[in-house]
């Protein structure tokens, strides 16, 4: 079963500092999916950004960006210039057409 | 607002009864998915819905079970319950298939008590 691995509980940054969430993940399989999804205090889970595995381009929204590392199973978030509202858990997610697993989250706080 | 629906919104039973947690997915979108989050076990993938067919199936138990209506809204249904299957219920819904962005509900509170 593929497995999805943060290893980072909790995280902390400075407001309109930069910060790297940690993401890695184990499978056979060639054509996969890789997401990021934002679980706020409200609990509502939102999509931050997408990677196809077949992509060499790295996915960027705005102040969001992935560094994939598909040789290395690697796929880290990076927040730029980050702002109080990003304070939230942060789950990796791995999808192919058998599978959907998601990573325990990382804990992020952002400090004014 | 993501547009997907869920009722209850809070639920709180006792062990061994049965509970019917509804969603109702944003216009258009034929895609249905339910997840559990729970404190021990994170968040899971229980099962996928497509146009009213099963499509994919993830870590749900055999005392539940799901399905999607020709209206498209999806129930999942929790049978003898256990402490353990308190968490938070998810649904979610996409155009078609999972690789499509997929918008939340705001979720069901079980608590089993």
């Known amino acids: 079963a593929q497995t999805v691995t943060q290893s980072q509980p909790e995280m902390s940054v400075q407001e309109a500092e930069t910060v790297t969430l940690s993401c890695t993940y184990d499978t056979s399989e060639s054509d996969y999916y890789l997401f990021w999804y934002k679980q706020p205090p409200s609990r509502q889970m939102i999509l931050v950004i997408r990677q196809e595995a077949y992509k060499q381009q790295n996915a960027t929204e705005n102040r969001f960006s992935v560094n994939f590392q598909k040789a290395a199973k690697s796929f880290s978030l990076k927040i730029s210039d980050s702002q109080l509202g990003d304070a939230a858990m942060y789950f990796c997610?791995?999808?192919?057409?058998?599978?959907?697993?998601f990573g325990a989250g990382t804990r992020l706080t952002v400090k004014p | 607002d993501s547009g997907v629906t869920q009722t209850p919104k809070h639920l709180i039973t006792a062990t061994g009864q049965r509970v019917t947690l509804r969603c109702s997915p944003r216009?258009?979108?034929?895609?249905v998915y339910w997840y559990q989050q729970s404190l021990d076990q994170g968040l899971q993938f229980l099962i996928q819905?497509?146009?009213?067919?099963?499509?994919a199936k993830g870590n749900i138990l055999e005392r539940f079970s799901a399905q999607q209506f020709p209206d498209l809204h999806s129930e999942l249904n929790l049978s003898s319950l256990e402490l353990g299957d308190s968490a938070l219920y998810f649904c979610?819904?996409?155009?078609?298939?999972?690789?499509?962005?997929?918008?939340f509900g705001p979720g069901t509170r079980l608590t089993v008590l």
């Open positions: 216009s258009g979108d034929l895609s």
């Open positions: 997610a791995y999808l192919d057409n058998n599978d959907m697993r």
């Open positions: 979610a819904s996409s155009v078609l298939g999972r690789v499509n962005e997929q918008f």
């Open positions: 819905y497509y146009n009213g067919e099963e499509r």
